[in-house]
């Protein structure tokens, strides 16, 4: 059984919390109703308002692992309220979420200005300010003018002291996955006889195979997002601001691995990977990371240690995701076909392996590093 996470909060964080629960299972009127609940009792200026005013919740599109609501009060002084985004962790999260970790970073990230203000938690999920902007498509996140500003955040977030353990927790939380995944049983049996084509032990061999390499490489160990995909990424045009949002699997790991994730998800949930970036490209989010503001000044020898290290962990990436989306399948609630999703990038990671690991080993051969 999960912890409420508003146990979990250290109440020195000075924010409110109650033990309310959004069941997203239920219809649209009966968990509009729990969504009340929880605003009540966690957002005093809303609470006087909320028994004369009515309630206005709209669904945000986002990633597969939670439920994102935007709710705002409505009437003549509702509108002197801002919004507010209510997340409700999907059932069973913690198999593949830290939650104790998350905790721990939340208020050094909103401190520094990174993703939406924690307002309150309740025992499923939390209520954060809300963030005036679109979320962008995976089609949007190599265009010329956005590339810029995505690079420069990423790099803002790389560069933040995050107190803690610096340990890079990639492989830690792989072999957690492989743990997790390995000894699943589903209820319907086309799942169960998918899932009973997996070698598990395969999977542990390559995982072994590219951490041993990956201990060569030397990437450097930031505070990194690990999941920088379109649905965590917003703009607001008005403003001409890039925000980063969704902090969940955010840890210590290698610098390489957050930007060789993000350029994995230009593909989108599809896995469409005639979408990865080409070198061209990849040098031009490299120029405005290495550089923020003046991006000429990046050398050629930097962008090509840049390049060889992030296509490295691109490998790293499919195989996070692709384990991951097997536990997935067995306890997430969404709608989403995991099994197929973990088919397309555990193919995908086996099809590039031996092109991306020539590049690993002709890089580490010439001794740049």
């Given at each position: 059984?999960e912890?409420?996470f508003?146990?979990r909060?250290?109440?020195?964080m000075?924010?409110p919390?109650c033990d309310l629960?959004?069941?997203t299972t239920l219809?649209d ?6 969504v009340?609940?929880v605003?009540?009792?966690?957002l005093?200026r809303?609470?006087?308002d ?7 919740i709209t669904?945000i599109?986002?990633?597969?692992t939670?439920?994102l609501?935007?709710?705002?009060l409505?009437?003549?002084n509702?509108?002197?309220l ?5 997340r ?5 999260t913690d ?8 905790l721990?970073a939340?208020?050094?990230?909103s401190q520094a200005?990174?993703g939406a ?8 999920g939390?209520?954060q ?7 962008l498509?995976?089609r ?5 003018e956005l590339v810029p500003?995505i690079?420069a955040?990423v790099?803002?977030l790389?560069e933040?002291?995050?107190?803690g353990?610096?340990?890079p927790?990639?492989w830690?939380d792989?072999?957690?996955f492989?743990?997790r995944?390995s000894?699943l049983?589903?209820?319907d049996?086309k799942?169960?006889?998918q899932y ?9 061999s ?8 990956s201990?060569t490489?030397?990437?450097p160990?930031?505070?990194?997002h690990n999941?920088l ?9 008005e403003?001409g601001?890039?925000y ?6 955010g840890?210590?790991s290698?610098?390489g691995?957050d930007i060789?994730n993000?350029f994995n998800?230009?593909a989108?949930?599809?896995?469409d990977y ?5 070198k061209?490209?990849?040098?031009h989010?490299?120029r405005h990371y ?6 000429e000044k990046?050398?050629?020898r930097?962008?090509e240690?840049?390049?060889?290290e992030?296509?490295f962990?691109s490998?790293a ?7 991951w989306?097997?536990?997935q399948?067995?306890?997430?609630t969404?709608?989403?076909d995991?099994?197929?999703?973990f088919?397309l990038?555990?193919?995908e990671?086996?099809k590039?392996k031996e ?6 080993h002709n890089?580490l ?5």
């Open positions: 059984m912890t409420s508003a146990a909060l250290d109440s020195s000075g924010v919390m629960c959004v069941d219809p009127s009966a968990l509009n109703l729990q009340r609940g605003c009540k009792a966690l005093r809303w609470a006087d909320m028994d004369v005013l009515s309630l206005s669904k599109s986002g990633g597969i939670n439920m609501l935007k709710v705002e409505e009437g003549e509702g509108s002197q801002p919004p507010v985004t209510v409700v962790f999907g059932p069973n198999a593949v979420i830290d939650r104790d970790r998350e721990q939340m208020n050094y990230l200005g990174f203000k924690l307002l309150g938690v309740f025992a499923n939390m209520v300010s809300f963030i005036f902007g679109a979320t498509e995976p949007d996140m190599p265009k010329t500003l690079a955040e790099r803002r790389h933040l002291d995050i107190p353990s610096k340990e927790q990639l830690h792989i072999y957690k492989i743990d995944a000894g049983t589903f209820d049996s799942k169960q006889k009973e084509t997996i070698s598990f032990s395969s999977i542990r390559e995982v072994e195979e590219i951490k041993e390499i201990d490489i030397g990437a160990v930031v505070f990194a999941d995909l379109s649905g965590n990424l917003m703009f607001n045009k403003e601001k890039l980063i949002i969704d902090y969940e699997y840890s210590h290698y610098r691995y060789a993000h998800e230009y989108g949930f599809e896995c005639s979408l990865y970036p080409s061209d490209k990849q040098f989010f490299f290495l550089s923020p503001g003046n991006p990046a050398t050629e930097e962008l240690d840049l390049y060889a992030c296509n962990f490998l990436s499919h195989m996070y995701w692709a384990i989306a097997i536990v399948a067995r306890f997430s969404i709608d989403f995991y099994l197929a999703y088919y990038r555990f193919d990671y086996k590039c092109e991306v690991l020539s590049l690993t890089y051969a010439s001794g740049r590093i």
